[in-house]
């Protein structure tokens, strides 16, 4: 670009964040602007075939695995081998690129930090902006914070205990209303995944690590492809060897589960492993059958727990996939909060989270996510004990699982049932956390657990879709009682009134109570149902 010329991308209605220039260079607005100009045509046209295989779902309430890619799960093939930076990946930690988060995830002692412009993150401008920032400024050691309320500093810890960075962009629905190329705006996951290459490709391997991604929400191996195209067009754009970049797939989509091997095909020569992400997995089951009758309707969030047939199945297939493939298997997430003041309560969460690994570490898989700095010790043990010095179990091969099509939709098979209690939880959970995000914050604790935004789609899911199949619930203080739309906001406006009576007036009308209370009862009780509700809710984010 001559001096003095424009740049291809255009800043919209955004406010200035402090040194966003350093973020926003010429050099990273020009690679945005190509890599908008070449793939978001591609982008669109997946996002149709999306609608089109959900209107096919909703004709024959039905899913299996593709005829015409039978050569490739037939076929003798493998992944790229693993950097070093990635083979041991035992204990992963997961949350937003603020500051003290950026902080505290390079000094947890885990293995992996997946840093979180997705789920965990709300896609303010200091967010998408300031993310940046932090990454950067930790690769580069000049990163700290102050705490203004505590007076507490946080520092980085040595160097060499950093754990390897594996950073997630957002997934393909949601644009950057900030960003504009052409009069368009640029999808979210060019601009995080474009402005963090950018940046930092080069300064990663010159650490011995690599840029390396976690890609959300894909729902075929069409948008893996459309990704792998992405990696070779960024790498030779900035002069980055082929087969550099490594990305790791989020198995979080029903429709993904049926292309679990196609998509390590396509990413082949970047691909590092998949993972079994449970919340968006149960969102996009409900979402994709939210019409299809009684035999998909999901009970209790909590109550599916991984041991349900058609969770199990799941994730059995995916660790036999990876290690298939040399791939790794990474598991789901451990979202206890350690309460250090109830030890009785603390010891009933730590319980939960060394059941679950244990079972993961036993299951094959190589590694697990946890949400919180005090459970990376407690996942790692479990996964030691199975482990010992290997760095992953790629070799067991669990060659014994056969998962069959039919098996991967046995929802009708889970024991529990929905009940009163659960629909009081989804409404709850669903208000607090749509607040918080409204207010910039993506990772929530609530209730003893930290909530992201799969958290909030598979609580309005559910309620969207027992109100449609007119699920009756047993335990509803006034006896046996059908979920419909007036029940829903009755027992939303009494969680309302909860809420302004705890908080107080001053308290409750600083906050963002009243539109997250209207946004949840939108989302879960519009006659049409929202594909994501981050979208009707980014066009209320400040």
Not at 211 to 228: C, G, I, M, T
Not at 229 to 247: K, L, M, N, S, Y
Request: aromatic share 8%.
């Amino acid at each position: 670009m001559s001096a003095g010329a424009p740049s291809a991308v255009e800043i919209v209605d955004a406010t200035p964040v402090e040194r966003q220039e350093e973020v926003l260079t010429d050099g990273a607005l020009d690679f945005l602007a190509a890599l908008h100009r070449r793939f978001t045509p591609s982008r669109n046209e997946l996002m149709a075939q999306r609608g089109e295989r959900r209107a096919e779902i909703a004709r024959t309430s039905t899913l299996g695995f593709l005829p015409n890619t039978a050569h490739i799960r037939d076929g003798d093939w493998q992944v790229a081998s693993c950097p070093e930076a990635l083979n041991d990946r035992r204990v992963e930690i997961t949350g937003p690129t603020d500051r003290k988060m950026t902080i505290n995830a390079c000094n947890s002692g885990a293995k992996v930090w997946l840093a979180d412009f997705e789920d965990a993150s709300a896609p303010t401008w200091e967010n998408v902006v300031g993310g940046q920032l932090n990454l950067i400024s930790a690769y580069e050691r000049t990163i700290d914070f102050t705490d203004e309320n505590s007076g507490k500093s946080y520092a980085l810890g040595p160097a060499e205990s950093m754990p390897a960075v594996v950073m997630r962009p957002r997934g393909w629905h949601l644009d950057e209303r900030h960003l504009r190329v052409d009069g368009e705006q640029v999808p979210g996951a060019l601009v995080d995944f474009g402005l963090y290459f950018f940046h930092n490709a080069q300064r990663l391997i010159d650490m011995g690590k690599g840029p390396y991604f976690y890609l959300p929400k894909l729902e075929s191996h069409l948008e893996a492809r459309l990704w792998n195209e992405i990696f070779v067009f960024a790498q030779d754009h900035c002069g980055i060897p082929q087969g550099t970049v490594r990305a790791t797939v989020l198995i979080e989509t029903i429709t993904a589960a049926y292309e679990m091997e196609e998509i390590l095909y396509e990413l082949r020569d970047h691909a590092s492993g998949l993972n079994a992400g449970r919340w968006d997995y149960l969102f996009s089951i409900v979402k994709n059958f939210r019409d299809a009758g009684a035999k998909f309707v999901l009970p209790d969030r909590n109550s599916v727990t991984m041991t349900a047939p058609f969770m199990r199945a799941y994730t059995e297939l995916l660790v036999r996939t990876c290690h298939k493939r040399g791939a790794h298997a990474i598991g789901g997430m451990a979202a206890q909060i350690p309460n250090r003041r109830d030890p009785e309560a603390n010891e009933k969460a730590m319980a939960k989270v060394r059941a679950d690994k244990e079972r993961e570490a036993s299951d094959g898989f190589d590694g697990s996510w946890v949400a919180h700095p005090d459970l990376v010790p407690v996942a790692q043990e479990s996964f030691d004990a199975v482990l010992g010095d290997r760095p992953n179990q790629k070799e067991r091969l669990r060659e014994d699982v056969e998962v069959t099509a039919s098996e991967l939709l046995a929802v009708e098979e889970t024991d529990a049932k929905p009940t009163y209690a659960g629909l009081r939880n989804a409404v709850q959970v669903g208000t607090r956390y749509i607040e918080a995000w409204l207010r910039g914050m993506g990772a929530v604790a609530i209730f003893g657990l930290m909530e992201d935004a799969a958290t909030a789609e598979i609580s309005r899911s559910q309620i969207w879709q027992w109100v449609n199949a007119g699920v009756v619930l047993p335990d509803a203080p006034e006896g046996e009682v059908r979920v419909t739309a007036e029940l829903v906001r009755r027992v939303a406006d009494e969680d309302l009134a909860e809420l302004r009576e705890e908080l107080g007036a001053e308290t409750f009308a600083a906050g963002e109570w009243q539109r997250a209370h209207e946004l949840l009862l939108r989302v879960a009780l519009d006659e049409k149902y929202e594909a994501f509700l981050t979208l009707p809710a980014y066009e209320l984010l400040d």
